[in-house]
Nanobody, 111 residues
């Protein structure tokens, strides 16, 4: 069965860090681009980061310099290291491969 499972969310103070994970199963993980998105209450889902099979990376300006995406093909896992978190980073974070989405992991940023 093909699915994605995100983990690593939680409560963090502004300026803090979290590392999210997206673990895949049931697919040839290494050939796919993996994407992270987030959705805050009342807002549209927005792109956060992507990493291709060849390691090319893309970020929107809103997270560039603070977030780092990486992948471990042996573990079929993609990571999102989030540093210098801001209040506006609070959201449910999702990973996506092709048309497959995970269930999301909640990130709360609060003092």
């Amino acid at each position: 069965q093909v699915h994605l499972v995100e983990s690593g969310g939680g409560l963090v103070q502004p300026g803090g860090s979290l590392r999210l994970s997206c673990a895949a199963s049931g697919m040839i993980f290494s050939i796919y681009t993996v994407n992270w998105y987030r959705q805050a209450p009342g807002k549209e889902r927005e792109f956060v980061a992507s990493i291709t099979s060849g390691g090319s990376i893309n970020y929107p300006d809103s997270v560039k310099g603070r977030f780092t995406i990486s992948r471990d093909n042996a573990r079929k896992t993609v990571y999102l290291q989030m540093n210098s978190l801001k209040l506006e980073d609070a959201a449910v974070y999702y990973c996506r491969i092709s048309d497959l989405w995970g269930q999301g992991t909640q990130v709360t940023v609060s003092s």
